[in-house]
């Protein structure tokens, strides 16, 4: 049992409510008001979001401990600041990770994590060819850490699918898709290729990212990138597979090998967002529209869940630049507005 337990979410908080609760600080920085004196600006969060906060009051003291990924407990009051909620501290403490329940703090999908993993190899169990079947087998059947990672990652810092195994549920939505394009468009895609493109084409975000408490980028994800991370991926994994007496019908073919590189470089669609090759085949093409659809219909459906203006509208989503229209589902436990 934690000492420090959560009974206070940064989504429940409204305007002057006192404030108590264990946060994860997801960000921290000192900056100067304008008399020159010295205050930190935090980011706190939990499972349920984030939320600004100040330490107006000896801030210089905390420098080096209230840092990113540090447990705090938290007291003081929260207001609401240009329309936005922010906590003013009025008394911080550093906890220890055994003094608080880890899970409280970290976003996570609806989905659970095995469920989404054997939908995913129930999609590797479905594929023919015998190359491709056999290199999304030594990825997700053969490699224990691999697994481990997909389960766990986010599929990006923030914007979409942005909670622990939002990578996997992207990646089993978009499987799901492609395997029904590759029936609708039938004789003209390769099922297997296409599904190999939703698989891989962002595996890299595994070793991309760090996703132990908050998210951040890696070494590695910020000199590389999640693109050619993955190019590389399968590069290791084909050398291995070649490597295997038997495993595999004669060596790994080298158009095959090129077009699954490719569908992870192309899947970013244009030089400017970072792909290296625009899509040259039908399959590329499909896995970065598909790509593209999935995360903003998850970001757009998360964004309108999560309004909490009265009434049928949002507020504005800068992302977008409009407000979205609140269907049904997203009025669910809402009041009706006076009109
Ligand atoms: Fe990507
Ligand atoms: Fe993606």
């Given at each position: 049992m934690s000492s420090f337990a959560k009974s206070q979410f940064v989504k429940d908080l409204k305007d002057k409510d006192n404030v108590g609760s264990p946060f994860l600080v997801k960000f921290s920085a000192v900056a100067t008001d304008k008399n020159g004196k010295p205050y930190m600006n935090v980011v706190l969060m939990d499972r349920t979001g984030e939320v600004e906060a100040r330490i107006w009051e000896d801030a210089n003291k905390y420098v080096g401990q209230v840092v990113r990924d540090a447990f705090v407990y938290v007291e003081g009051r929260s207001q609401s600041y240009q329309g936005r909620k922010q906590i003013v501290i009025s008394k911080i403490q550093i906890l220890r990770?055994?003094?608080?329940?880890?899970?409280?703090?970290v976003a996570e999908g609806t989905l659970d994590a095995e469920d989404l993993y054997s939908q995913l190899l129930g999609f590797v169990d479905s594929m023919k060819d015998p190359y491709y079947k056999a290199l999304a087998e030594i990825v997700f059947k053969d490699d224990a850490d691999i697994a481990d990672r997909v389960k766990r990652a986010?599929?990006?810092?923030?914007?979409?699918?942005?909670?622990?195994?939002g990578l996997l549920e992207h990646v089993v939505s978009i499987s799901g898709i492609l395997a029904n394009l590759s029936d609708h468009y039938g004789?003209?895609?390769?099922r297997d290729l296409l599904l190999l493109g939703g698989f891989f084409?962002?595996?890299g975000k595994i070793w991309e990212l760090t996703y132990d408490r908050t998210v951040d980028y890696t070494t590695e994800g910020k000199l590389i990138g999640h693109l050619v991370m993955g190019v590389e991926m399968v590069e290791k994994k084909i050398n291995l597979l070649d490597a295997q007496?038997?495993?595999?019908?004669?060596?790994?073919?080298e158009e095959k090998r090129l077009l699954v590189k490719h569908l992870i470089l192309a899947h970013h669609g244009l030089l400017e967002y970072?792909?290296?090759?625009?899509?040259?085949?039908l399959e590329a093409l499909i896995v970065h529209y598909i790509d593209d659809l999935d995360s903003k219909v998850n970001a757009i459906k998360n964004f309108i869940e999560q309004d909490q203006n009265p009434g049928r509208w949002t507020g504005l989503n800068k992302m977008y630049e409009r407000f979205f229209f609140k269907p049904d589902w997203a009025m669910e436990g809402q009041k009706t507005p006076q009109e």
């Amino acid at each position: 049992m934690s000492s420090f337990a959560k009974s206070q979410f940064v989504k429940d908080l409204k305007d002057k409510d006192n404030v108590g609760s264990p946060f994860l600080v997801k960000f921290s920085a000192v900056a100067t008001d304008k008399n020159g004196k010295p205050y930190m600006n935090v980011v706190l969060m939990d499972r349920t979001g984030e939320v600004e906060a100040r330490i107006w009051e000896d801030a210089n003291k905390y420098v080096g401990q209230v840092v990113r990924d540090a447990f705090v407990y938290v007291e003081g009051r929260s207001q609401s600041y240009q329309g936005r909620k922010q906590i003013v501290i009025s008394k911080i403490q550093i906890l220890r990770e055994d003094q608080v329940d880890p899970k409280q703090f970290v976003a996570e999908g609806t989905l659970d994590a095995e469920d989404l993993y054997s939908q995913l190899l129930g999609f590797v169990d479905s594929m023919k060819d015998p190359y491709y079947k056999a290199l999304a087998e030594i990825v997700f059947k053969d490699d224990a850490d691999i697994a481990d990672r997909v389960k766990r990652a986010p599929a990006a810092k923030s914007v979409h699918h942005a909670y622990k195994t939002g990578l996997l549920e992207h990646v089993v939505s978009i499987s799901g898709i492609l395997a029904n394009l590759s029936d609708h468009y039938g004789k003209y895609l390769d099922r297997d290729l296409l599904l190999l493109g939703g698989f891989f084409h962002d595996i890299g975000k595994i070793w991309e990212l760090t996703y132990d408490r908050t998210v951040d980028y890696t070494t590695e994800g910020k000199l590389i990138g999640h693109l050619v991370m993955g190019v590389e991926m399968v590069e290791k994994k084909i050398n291995l597979l070649d490597a295997q007496p038997g495993r595999l019908p004669a060596p790994f073919p080298e158009e095959k090998r090129l077009l699954v590189k490719h569908l992870i470089l192309a899947h970013h669609g244009l030089l400017e967002y970072g792909s290296p090759k625009r899509p040259k085949c039908l399959e590329a093409l499909i896995v970065h529209y598909i790509d593209d659809l999935d995360s903003k219909v998850n970001a757009i459906k998360n964004f309108i869940e999560q309004d909490q203006n009265p009434g049928r509208w949002t507020g504005l989503n800068k992302m977008y630049e409009r407000f979205f229209f609140k269907p049904d589902w997203a009025m669910e436990g809402q009041k009706t507005p006076q009109e």
